[in-house]
């Protein structure tokens, strides 16, 4: 983004080095908005299972299991050592996928009008929001091409980033599609709380998801600490950095843990971090960044380079003006 806006017209050319730290800041709340709303999935899934045998905690109180053994988990220095973390989360994400693909099918879909009719239009900028928090690994996938042994097998029409996004949709679009012909209007912020509570299957699927993403939560925190880290370290005793790193990799999980406990809201969080954080990550900051790469001669006949720029920024700031709009609403509303 610095070296973008240092290239684009000169009016601009005074904010780069403010740009270049706000996209950090805007990375860094989306990261710990993630880790946020993990904690909330995770203890929501579980509460229903503890409810079912009897043993009723708020969901505050769950949220406070999750805390120690989250704080033990982010104490893990190397993104080498989080892998196998990872790997077992999606093994049991595939798992738990599967399982609910078979309450989603078990009975005949019904495909009536009603569910083809847009309700109230409040609700498509929270629709947006949701589908953007769909393009979570923004972050993580920074982390990971600059960690690997070869980046340049990351990227490419055939790299594990295009492979990777590909199952993510398919996935994403199978489940969406799916799970509204099963539930309709009674959809929750997660397709997991719909299931039943009193079938063990449908436990299983929701203890087993709620696991793959405690698990995931680490390689989601990385991403956070590793950009607040490589500002402050530098600055630090070499006989402090320990202390601090310790403290900030714990600080990184009480923040979003104490945010969750304060608004515990899924569904409006989800809307909300994805509305704000990535409709400037995905969307207005790409779109800035291409505008000041191609100044000032390089647009193309009739400046089309220069339209489409426009064009993917001001629906950006749409986006991310509707969509924090109407989940502020909700979280208010909750």
Request: hydrophobic share 60%; charged share 10%.
């Given at each position: 983004m610095r070296l973008a806006i240092q290239d684009g017209p000169p009016c601009m050319r005074w904010s780069a080095g403010f740009f270049s730290y706000f996209v950090e800041i805007v990375l860094t709340i989306w990261q710990l908005g993630i880790c946020c709303i993990y904690l909330i999935f995770c203890a929501e899934n579980i509460k229903q299972v503890c409810d079912y045998y009897g043993y009723e905690q708020s969901l505050r109180m769950h949220m406070c299991f999750q805390l120690l053994p989250q704080v033990l988990l982010n104490?893990?220095?190397?993104?080498?050592?989080?892998?196998?973390?990872?790997?077992?989360?999606?093994?049991?994400?595939?798992?738990?996928?599967?399982?609910?693909?078979?309450?989603?099918?078990e009975d005949d879909l019904v495909v009536d009008n009603d569910k083809l009719v847009i309700k109230e239009f409040l609700g498509i900028p929270i629709f947006i929001g949701i589908t953007l928090f769909a393009l979570e690994a923004v972050g993580v996938v920074l982390a990971l091409e600059y960690n690997m042994e070869h980046p340049k097998h990351f990227v490419g029409l055939f790299g594990l980033f295009n492979i990777g996004m590909v199952i993510i949709i398919v996935a994403y679009a199978l489940v969406g599609i799916f799970g509204f012909l099963k539930y309709g209007s009674t959809v929750k912020a997660s397709l997991t709380l719909n299931l039943p509570q009193d079938q063990k299957k449908a436990q299983v699927t929701k203890v087993v998801f709620a696991l793959a993403i405690f698990l995931s939560f680490?390689?989601?925190?990385?991403?956070?600490?590793?950009?607040?880290?490589?500002?402050?370290?530098?600055?630090?005793?070499?006989?402090?950095?320990?202390?601090?790193?310790?403290?900030?990799?714990?600080?990184?999980?009480?923040?979003?843990?104490?945010?969750?406990?304060?608004?515990?809201?899924?569904?409006?969080?989800?809307?909300?971090?994805?509305?704000?954080?990535?409709?400037?990550?995905?969307?207005?900051?790409?779109?800035?960044?291409?505008?000041?790469?191609?100044?000032?001669?390089?647009?193309?006949?009739?400046?089309?380079?220069?339209?489409?720029?426009?064009?993917?920024?001001?629906?950006?700031?749409?986006?991310?003006?509707?969509?924090?709009?109407?989940?502020?609403?909700?979280?208010?509303?909750?």
């Open positions: 104490l893990i220095k190397t993104l080498k050592l989080l892998t196998p973390l990872s790997t077992i989360s999606n093994l049991l994400t595939i798992l738990a996928f599967i399982l609910v693909f078979f309450y989603l099918i680490p390689l989601q925190n990385f991403v956070a600490y590793n950009l607040i880290w490589r500002k402050i370290r530098k600055r630090l005793h070499d006989a402090k950095k320990m202390i601090v790193d310790y403290i900030l990799r714990i600080a990184l999980v009480v923040l979003p843990w104490a945010l969750g406990m304060a608004m515990p809201f899924l569904g409006p969080f989800i809307a909300l971090f994805g509305a704000f954080c990535l409709s400037l990550l995905a969307i207005i900051f790409p779109g800035l960044m291409s505008f000041c790469h191609w100044y000032p001669n390089l647009y193309g006949p009739c400046y089309y380079r220069l339209l489409r720029d426009l064009f993917v920024v001001i629906v950006g700031v749409v986006m991310l003006a509707a969509g924090c709009y109407t989940s502020i609403l909700e979280i208010i509303e909750s």
